[in-house]
């Protein structure tokens, strides 16, 4: 049996609640160094940060976030997500793995 998903537009909500899921509640360390190492993440939660900082750290940064941000990060998740554990190892594991 094949689950399809339905092709209708996420809602930034949504997609926050995606990257949430697929990246930090995934047991899986391997997806959450490769998620937080891409340069456009960096990037958007530096500022995305200090905005949550600024209002006294109500909410989650996600909310700081705007659309535009928040469709660059669910892109970079569901990408980062499509891989296989072995195959982020192989790419960002290289400083976490002991010698």
């Avoid at 997806?31 to 750290?57: D, T």
């Avoid at 909310?63 to 660059?72: K, L, P, S």
């Amino acid at each position: 049996m094949h689950l399809f998903r339905s092709k209708r537009k996420l809602t930034p909500g949504e997609m926050k609640e995606e990257i949430i899921r697929l990246i930090d509640e995934n047991n899986e360390v391997v997806y959450k160094i490769a998620f937080y190492s891409q340069p456009e993440v960096q990037s958007i939660l530096e500022r995305v940060n200090k905005k949550w900082e600024e209002n006294n750290y109500q909410g989650k940064p996600l909310d700081y976030a705007t659309d535009e941000e928040v469709v660059v990060l669910y892109n970079i998740a569901v990408r980062i997500s499509s891989k296989r554990p072995g195959e982020l190892w192989a790419i960002y594991g290289r400083d976490y793995i002991p010698s």
